[in-house]
């Protein structure tokens, strides 16, 4: 009985044991294994894993993930002495997890270094740039994104060396003026859009002169060859008129004398009209009742 009392508290005091001494390090995690608060091993692969009891040695987890975060607004001046509010995001993950935790061991602590750091180089950077390359209506003048990707060099190299973080990435999240330099901005985008816009009716009036000029020479070449052709076909048809005339008066001239005076009686004598002529006027011979009519032959 009192043997198997002890094998009995053996086996629980290892069950024990190893329950405080096996841990598991999770895909996305890295840990730092410390006895009495130094480092003695760095854990950077998933799996089962153990350290002396809980007393001895602490195993301190770390994010292994990126994490992205943004930074506090921040007024920087620019080179040509214009003020700017920045806020940028940062992307971030932990390369180095024994340097990590030696130098910051806390997430908190490193986004506010990291947070200082990319403000700090954009500052720097800002100050080599006019607001033209930061804000334009002419996208290849602004430099927004070579800004970005000086800032992310510079700091991810002084993030790397201090601290064990990798910057996966930076940039400009929102960019605005204080109230003083708003105005002014705003006033320069119109006069440049302005610019933009005149340029670009000057190009439509060009265009609608060289439309219309080229118009004009085809309406005159059109209308001067219908009237060419107008006037070759008016001949053709006086022509044929002048020989209908005359082997009309040829075969019977005393008829086509009354048709023609008959014809010029209704062109003359509409409604309303009044003509006075002389008795003996040719006009008024078929008037004339006391006239004989012409013997027959």
């Given at each position: 009985m009192k043997k198997t009392f002890w094998v009995i508290f053996v086996i629980a005091a290892a069950g024990a044991a190893l329950r405080v001494s096996l841990f598991t390090v999770p895909a996305g995690e890295t840990a730092v294994?410390?006895?009495?608060?130094?480092?003695?091993?760095?854990?950077?692969?998933?799996?089962?894993?153990?350290?002396?009891?809980?007393?001895?040695?602490?195993?301190?987890?770390?994010?292994?993930?990126?994490?992205?975060?943004?930074?506090?607004?921040?007024?920087?001046?620019?080179?040509?002495?214009?003020?700017?509010?920045?806020?940028?995001?940062?992307g971030w993950r932990v390369a180095d997890p024994l340097l990590f935790y030696q130098s910051l061991m806390m997430p908190e602590t490193a986004r506010q270094k990291l947070a200082d750091m990319v403000v700090s180089a954009f500052g720097s950077v800002l100050a080599?740039?006019?607001?033209?390359?930061?804000?334009?209506?002419?996208?290849?003048?602004?430099?927004?994104?070579?800004?970005?990707?000086?800032?992310?060099?510079?700091?991810?190299?002084?993030?790397?060396?201090?601290?064990?973080?990798?910057?996966?990435?930076?940039?400009?999240?929102?960019?605005?003026?204080?109230?003083?330099?708003?105005?002014?901005?705003?006033?320069?985008?119109?006069?440049?859009?302005?610019?933009?816009?005149?340029?670009?009716?000057?190009?439509?009036?060009?265009e609608a002169a060289k439309?219309?000029?080229?118009?004009?020479?085809?309406?005159?070449?059109?209308?001067?060859?219908?009237?060419?052709?107008?006037?070759?076909?008016?001949?053709?048809?006086?022509?044929?008129?002048?020989?209908?005339y005359a082997e009309a008066y040829a075969s019977d001239p005393a008829f086509f004398d009354f048709l023609r005076t008959t014809d010029m009686y209704r062109q003359s004598l509409k409604q309303g009209t009044t003509l006075i002529m002389s008795t003996d006027s040719q006009l008024f011979r078929y008037f004339d009742s006391s006239q004989s009519a012409e013997p027959e032959n």
């Open positions: 294994v410390t006895q009495f608060g130094k480092p003695v091993a760095t854990i950077t692969t998933p799996g089962l894993n153990w350290k002396l009891p809980g007393f001895i040695q602490r195993v301190n987890r770390i994010n292994a993930r990126t994490e992205v975060f943004n930074s506090n607004p921040i007024q920087l001046l620019l080179g040509d002495k214009n003020p700017i509010i920045v806020t940028a995001y940062i080599d740039y006019e607001i033209d390359s930061i804000i334009n209506v002419d996208a290849h003048l602004v430099k927004l994104s070579q800004i970005e990707q000086i800032v992310q060099d510079h700091a991810a190299a002084q993030a790397r060396d201090k601290y064990g973080i990798d910057i996966v990435c930076v940039g400009v999240r929102r960019l605005c003026y204080p109230d003083i330099v708003a105005e002014a901005v705003y006033n320069r985008m119109r006069a440049e859009r302005e610019k933009e816009a005149k340029k670009y009716r000057a190009e439509g009036t060009e439309i219309e000029a080229a118009t004009d020479k085809e309406v005159s070449q059109l209308m001067a060859q219908a009237y060419k052709e107008s006037e070759i076909i008016k001949g053709h048809g006086d022509q044929e008129a002048s020989r209908i």
